[in-house]
């Protein structure tokens, strides 16, 4: 039976066809460093730069591999920018939400509106209708009457700020419950509204 996998996963190369990572020991290094630092409630900020096929992905995903199934094991959310998304504000901000949400924009609207809700829930118990109708119109989720009111009455330069401090405080919430890694992929094309939101939600 063909159908939709309950959680997004890689698309680059085949899961059947894993092979071990040669040459790049110094630099899985890093990355393990960085991560034990991470779990010991350190954040920083790593970059994986180098020309397109040098494999960045691969090094990322296996250092992913090193640390899932620990005792403590961090929260591990991954959004890409595109080469033509430069005109799509908050691209990459969506990819990571969809990600911590384990659904992907292709999800039916009814089940993104239902994650979100829980895992708000979730992150913010009574106060989770603060960040709701933002992060909703956000995902482009349709909400109740009151909900979407509450977004629809104010104008653009208001709704962006209220929208970047509803980012910001959703994924600091997030990583202040469980040490959290972001991956940005491409991070070159991300479009400026994403960058504005990781420069303030990362600095």
Not at 78 to 93: H, T
Not at 110 to 126: D, H, S, T
Request: hydrophobic share 40%.
């Amino acid at each position: 039976m063909i159908q939709a996998k309950a959680v997004p996963e890689s698309t680059r190369g085949f899961e059947e066809l894993y092979s071990p990572l040669v040459g790049r020991a110094c630099e899985l290094g890093g990355l393990r460093e960085v991560l034990e630092s991470l779990l010991k409630g350190h954040g920083q900020i790593a970059s994986v730069i180098g020309e397109a096929g040098i494999g960045k992905s691969r090094l990322a995903e296996e250092a992913h591999r090193e640390f899932t199934g620990r005792p403590i094991a961090p929260h591990w959310i991954e959004g890409r920018a595109l080469s033509y998304g430069q005109a799509l504000s908050f691209w990459s901000i969506t990819q990571l939400i969809y990600s911590d949400l384990g659904l992907s924009d292709g999800d039916p609207e009814v089940r993104i509106r239902a994650a979100l809700k829980r895992r708000l829930k979730e992150l913010f118990a009574e106060k989770d209708s603060e960040l709701l109708p933002y992060l909703a119109k956000l995902l482009g989720v349709n909400l109740e009457n009151g909900q979407a009111e509450k977004v629809r009455a104010l104008d653009g330069e208001t709704l962006k700020r209220q929208t970047l401090l509803c980012i910001c405080r959703y994924f600091q919430r997030m990583a202040e419950v469980q040490p959290t890694v972001a991956v940005f992929e491409d991070l070159h094309w991300a479009d400026p509204s994403s960058l504005e939101a990781l420069q303030d939600c990362w600095r």
